[in-house]
């Protein structure tokens, strides 16, 4: 497994006539941090949960951290932490009980486990909750606490679900800032996010993931200008078909959303020109983004 | 690993979980139960007792002890293994959180019987404390009584998470509680003697789990010796394995899937 976190090939699963994941296969490297993005349904919850082992494959190899899931599973969880899209914080205990009883689920014993929770506590900001219920903290803290406690027991790979859904963005930022922190002390991170842009920074590669398959996978900025171009140009209020026609020599793909006409282009040399000579002003011109391929691969109509 | 989800040492780690939690109520709890062992005595055993003669040389009160003493474990274990196992595995995701960890479904279980058996272990201790306070433990030997129903006390915590893990709401332990738990308490010779009743009534009750933690406490409490205890214990035993097994298939389908 030379330096392989995760090493998946063609794994599957299906809820009764529902495939949910198809054919995923996915090699994540010791250090690496990976983003798996996708709309609502693509698999993404689904093929973390196969990570660790709550949801059984039905087809294809997977190993983490070395070992198979299928019958490895507990020696695995013992060095990898998660963090689940759901709350699974224990709501019968306070914060710092939440805390060493879960340490003990690592056989880890109360005592031994007081340093490492009074260093996680200050890393994520919770040192005046500590004997809260769990019932009286915001949701950035309800957060952080899951966070803190998938890594009591100083884990070798995080795998985080939609770790920042739902936070105001000043939780996020924090939730955001301390994931590079810890991807800079060298954890392997696996994350899935609707944030585009966040993800763009954070992950040195990303997946996207539709219809329980990767679409693309690779470093995202690579990703972005292979498949969609180095500018984006934004004419609202439609175009007419001469517009249309008299684009046809310049290096853009077109695409129309709406009453919005996107031009990808992958040298923006004489596109802006050609707009202007044509009496179009009020196009928006900005860098091609992580959320214009996500959109392009996976299409526009709203999942639910 | 042949069994991926079998249990270990770890089940003590859940139950020091429910331990911890139990650290916040049990003053309240024990009041709780004191105050409803004693009521149930003083009604049945001295209110209905005036109208019952006494039962092969006993009074109604020294017949009835034994049999609440057993019917408390098994209610205790039972509330803590339907709705409280049911809000853990449910609603609080407690389980899911647990199994994110490396504990397997079978720890869980473990830990969840027995623990559901400690407790249901005090509040027949706070029971065992009453009955003797009332002059009604007429042998030393009842103290033997507690490793016993510790293992009826698992046996029924086992039962009750079988029905946990078929139920999608609160609402089937109502019909759970009707259907097996009460049938149960009347039919074991928890208040009347069975002996006498139509043949069927015998026979369902000699299959009843519950009849048989019952002889063996009033063989304990009233002669400090159980007749057919063997059998009896067997019994127990047999079915503690049984629903334990069920218990874990049922729980693992419902937890991975």
Known sequence: MPGFVIDAQGIEKSFGTLKAVDGVSLQVKTGECFGILGPNGAGKTTTIKMLHGAVQSDAGALRVLGRD?????????????????????????????????????????????????????????????????????????????????????????????????????????????????????????????????????????????????????????????????DEVYELRGGASEELLDSLQGLPVTTEIVADILYLYSHNGMGVMEHLISCGRKDFLRRPATLEDLFLRLTGRELRD | MLFPQAPSHRAFRVWVRHLVYYRSFYLAEWAGNLGEHILWLVAFGYGLGRLVPSLDGISYAQFIGPGLMVSVAMWNATYESTYGAYSRMRIQNVYESMLMAPLTVGDIVLGDLLWCASRALIGSTLMLIVLSLFGLVGSLWAVAILPILFIEAVMFAALGLIATSLAHSFSFFNFYFSAIVMPMFFFAGTLFPIKGLPLWVERLSEALPLTHAVRIARGLFIYGYVEDFIWHFSFLLGFTFLFLTVACVLVSRRMVE
């Open chain 1, 69 to 229: 899931v299928a019958t490895q599973s507990r020696l695995i969880r013992a060095q990898m932490g998660v963090v689940s899209q759901e709350d699974t914080l224990d709501r019968d205990l306070t914060v710092y009980e939440n805390l060493w009883v879960y340490a003990g689920f690592f056989s880890i014993s109360k005592k031994a486990s007081l340093s490492r929770i009074e260093y996680l506590i200050d890393f994520m900001q919770l040192r005046e909750k500590w004997d809260s219920q769990i019932k009286t903290l915001s949701g950035g803290m309800k957060r952080r606490l899951h966070i803190a406690r998938a890594l009591i027991h100083e884990p070798k790979f995080l795998i985080l679900d939609e770790p920042t859904t739902g936070l105001d963005p000043q939780a996020r930022h924090l939730v955001w800032q301390r994931l590079r922190e810890l991807k800079a002390q060298g954890l392997t991170i696996l994350l899935t996010t609707h944030y585009m842009e966040e993800a763009a920074q954070m992950c040195d590669r990303i997946g996207i993931m539709d219809g329980g398959k990767f679409l693309v996978e690779g470093p995202p900025q690579t990703l972005v200008q292979e498949k969609v171009g």
